[in-house]
């Protein structure tokens, strides 16, 4: 068994723990409670026997769904009502979005059904990879139809251009040559393939060159094959100099610039084929918890290995020579199904670099500036907080105000600890630097790094070397399960010398950058009741101790799961009952099996359920005597949507919880996850009007999820305009370009 199949095994080994211990009554439940629970599993049952489809039949293909989202993204590159270089963007997040794809999801499929080395045959395996390949084909072929067909023609007639090689003049030729001798060959290592100079490593999405040459090498050998490696320090997109673009702005990638002069790199040898490759690999880091002695140093050793996992995807040049394709596969171990030719650089995000040279406001949205919370302005903000909550919501409103408060508790004299966790901050981080001056000063900060964060161990790891040589308590969070929650605490000894606790409490990370681009809501707050549960999550975070029973947030792996179902199944009561139900969910991905079964038979008992799911979904709506009373939408603008958002209309007490867990089994049971209530009525209101509302109002970024797993545009009926959530809010809460 592989490592990553042992850690799978133990992940459905630990939700079976997960799930008698909830049932169990050591944690309260009395008999009547557990008997009502398998009644209400009983009778979700019998509802999906008679929805007559097979127990397969009722979920949706969880990769076909994810890639759905991928063909989502791609329309926004296709939609020319929306500004050039945001569409290229759009362009380059599929681009993204596919790497991960493959470097985690195909990477671990493949991973689960490897047995000694072997990849297993059997047929719904073999299904299913057929499947994903046909998908990530078309896919990526219409990528590079958009680019070629429509982008990069609209850009030149727009002045910009980005030149191949036989689209540049004799002084643009010239100069190009220029840099190549001067910037890129002293920096290449030409590799001639041979016994002592075998295939070399290759690093994962590296721009590579394989070249087929004629004739003997200068000792007489006639070595054929020949590997160069771009230089990773060099930029991809050139900037042509001003006096030789006289239409504009051009640009030269740095493969044409290669390409164009690589035989200067084979003195004496021909040059007969050659194509630019690059090779995608597994990138997940996969560490014995249960073995290590010290997880951050194990992880470091790991983290030197990402960049030559295995092979999961081969990229080469639409016209590279079938021969050098094949040769590669061989070296990388790949099956046809995994070769990607491509129309254009093999690394379609690096044309990111394209748009941060151009600066057109009219290529691109039109500004905004987030406008700051009204009840904070010049105030203190623990004076504010100690008479209501603040509702925060980004990038509408400035995730400021959240560095403001860690920063004002990092100076305030009265403040003795700042408890943090931390899943993303990214390698520069002013709430980082105001933790190390709280730590410095002498207040108790303990902070939880969760050092498993994909793609962002590294920074992650250098944060918490930060930290502790600045004093602060470090913890790693719980071996196994990924510190997921957003939390904040200040603790702050106050008038009469009574310790009062401040919280923020959020939906997603504490990063400057993804605060610009995301959708999230923050709650802060000195409810004394809910800021001390905040603290015995960390008391349960740091000294590993069973939490305390919590009743107000929903915590997992304990209760989170729990709790959700349970909710589901109280507004099916009520809807059985003859009183009016409703759900409304905002998430970003809804796969877990049993949430999906209590909302089909919520359905099937009348609860009217709306689903605003950004990404993979694997309910199928819209179902006779299955789902007919659930609808599901994904909104795809401008912004990432990203809050997590519960809501439960329950006889009118109208249950409102943020959270920071999606709908996923790894989200419910192999993570720290933290569900926390709105318990201001006002509060409550605004999550409502703004969170939830607009979004099922959409009719411009509104896409519907069909019974058969296709999304369609949702259209506007007649005389209806168009409305765009992230367009209303924008002009509701933030400062935009037409406010002046």
Known sequence: MSKRQHIVASDAEAESKI?????????????????QQKASSDHEAALMVKSHLPRSGIYLDREMSQMAFNWRVLAQAEDRSIPLLERLRYLCIVGSNLDEFFEVRVASLLAQNTIDGELAQHATFTSMMQRIADECHQLAKRQYEVLNQDILPTLARKGIQLLRHSERNAAQRAWAKSYFDREVRPLLTPIGLDPAHPFPQVVNKSLNFIVSLAGKDAFGRGTAIAIVKAPRVLPRIIQVPHELSPSGHAFCLLSSVIHAHIGDLFNGREVLAYSQFRVTRDSDLWVDEDEVKNLRQALQGELQGRQFGMAVRLEVARNCPEALAQFLLEQFSLGRDRLYHVDGPVNMVRLAELIEHVHQASLRFPSFSPKAEPKLAHKDIFETLNKHDVLLH???QPFQTVIDFVRSASIDPKVLAIKQTIYRTGMNSDLMECLITAARSGKEVTVVVELMARFDEEANINWADRLQRAGAQVVYGVVGLKTHAKLALVIRRE???RLRHYAHLG???YHPSTTRFYTDFGLLTAHPKLAAEVNEVFMHLT?????????????APFSLHTKIIKAIRNEARIAREGRVARIIIKINALTDEAVIRALYAASCDGVKIDLIVRGACTLRPGV???????KVRSIIGRFLEHSRIYYFRNDLEHDVYLASADWMSRNLYRRIEVAFPILDPHLKKRVMNEGLEPYLKDNQNAWILEPNGSYNRRKTRSKQKLFSAQEFLMRSLANTEDDG
Request: aromatic residues 6%; without cysteine; proline residues 9%.
């Open 19 to 35: 799930e008698s211990s909830e049932s169990s009554p050591t944690l309260t439940e009395s008999s009547q409670t557990l008997a």
């Open 624 to 630: 006779p005597q299955l789902s007919d009373n659930i």
């Open 394 to 396: 980004h990038p509408f």
């Open 495 to 497: 008038e009469g010398g």
């Open 507 to 509: 939906t997603g990370n």
């Open 543 to 555: 000294g590993l101790t069973k939490p305390k029973k919590l009743d107000y947030l929903w915590l």
